[in-house]
């Protein structure tokens, strides 16, 4: 069976993860955890829209595990935003 994976559940899930805090990738802390077959988008997709320092705070803030932080890192591509600045 194909599972789709939805771009606006994607981003929706990053947000949640990275920036707010108000969720996570697995159960844990209260949190519900994401859907298995959304991490590897989800890590994608905040490596490619969010800054090293928003994922980092997301790791010092426990939102993220240190391989989860890892794995995230690892994605960040030249094009991946260096700073907060929105163009």
Not at 12 to 36: H, K, S, V
């Amino acid at each position: 069976m194909m599972v789709v994976i939805y771009s606006f559940r994607t981003g929706t899930f990053a947000r949640n993860i990275y920036l707010y805090g108000n969720e996570r990738f697995t159960a844990r802390e209260g949190f519900n955890g994401i859907p298995e077959e959304y991490h590897q988008p989800v890590k994608d997709y905040a490596a490619k829209q969010f800054t090293l320092m928003e994922i980092e705070k997301a790791r010092i803030n426990n939102w993220i595990t240190q391989n989860e932080y890892e794995d995230t890192v690892l994605l960040r591509t030249e094009s991946s935003p260096v700073s907060s600045e929105k163009i």
